[in-house]
């Protein structure tokens, strides 16, 4: 599918940029797994407001990555929604209940966020990434807890590594 969405992205042209066709259709091509195994990745640390240990999910990668996937992917608001039920799912109840919207006075809007399993404080986007990228840079992918393995269909994962059209998720690094 990869193969696919690149060949996509190479032949787009200019005059194309606002047109509506997305580059990831919901059929999966001949030849290309239906899905993908994905590590759903959090980070542990200090709630800002509470001082209590709280866990935010923070990255995607996968299980078995191509030798372009050097990097996790940021789990951002679109991602978030498509995890939160997968943790439900597998008995990460109190994970899932702490993902919903907040407001932020950063960024002047509501967006679908991580917040404290304790105190239900936001945990800002900018600071947890932040972090998670510095513990990455240093110790790599592996240095992040994985809170689940779950297959995932393939055109989601191509959604986030690529966006509808081009503008994909960004990477942990």
Same mark, same amino acid.
């Given at each position: 599918?990869?193969?696919?969405?690149?060949?996509?992205?190479?032949?787009?042209?200019?005059?194309?940029?606002?047109?509506?066709?997305?580059? #990831?259709?919901?059929?999966?091509? !001949?030849?290309?797994?239906? @899905? $993908? %195994?994905? *590590?759903? +990745?959090?980070?542990?640390?200090?709630?800002?407001?509470?001082?209590?240990?709280?866990?935010?999910?923070?990255?995607?990668?996968?299980?078995?990555?191509?030798?372009?996937?050097?990097?996790?992917?940021?789990?951002?608001?679109?991602?978030?929604?498509?995890?939160?039920?997968?943790?439900?799912?597998?008995?990460?109840?109190? #994970?899932?209940?702490?993902?919903? !919207?907040?407001?932020?006075? @950063? $960024? %002047?809007? *509501?967006? +679908?966020?991580?917040?404290?399993?304790?105190?239900?404080?936001?945990?800002?986007?900018?600071?947890?990434?932040?972090?998670?990228?510095?513990?990455?840079?240093?110790?790599?992918?592996?240095?992040?807890?994985?809170?689940?393995?779950?297959?995932?269909?393939?055109?989601?994962?191509?959604?986030?590594?690529?966006?509808?059209?081009?503008?994909?998720?960004?990477?942990?690094?």
């Amino acid at each position: 599918m990869c193969q696919v969405v690149v060949f996509r992205c190479e032949r787009w042209d200019e005059s194309d940029q606002f047109g509506t066709d997305p580059w #990831i259709t919901d059929v999966v091509p !001949p030849g290309c797994a239906a @899905t $993908v %195994s994905l *590590r759903i +990745l959090a980070l542990t640390r200090d709630c800002w407001k509470c001082k209590e240990s709280t866990v935010c999910v923070v990255g995607l990668y996968p299980s078995r990555p191509a030798r372009t996937d050097r990097w996790a992917r940021w789990v951002d608001k679109d991602s978030r929604a498509w995890i939160k039920p997968l943790l439900a799912e597998a008995r990460f109840e109190k #994970i899932a209940e702490s993902i919903k !919207p907040r407001w932020s006075s @950063t $960024v %002047s809007r *509501r967006y +679908l966020s991580n917040g404290c399993q304790h105190c239900d404080a936001l945990q800002g986007d900018f600071p947890v990434e932040e972090d998670t990228s510095d513990l990455v840079r240093e110790d790599g992918v592996d240095a992040l807890d994985t809170l689940l393995v779950a297959q995932v269909p393939t055109p989601v994962w191509q959604r986030v590594v690529h966006g509808e059209r081009g503008s994909g998720s960004s990477l942990l690094m």
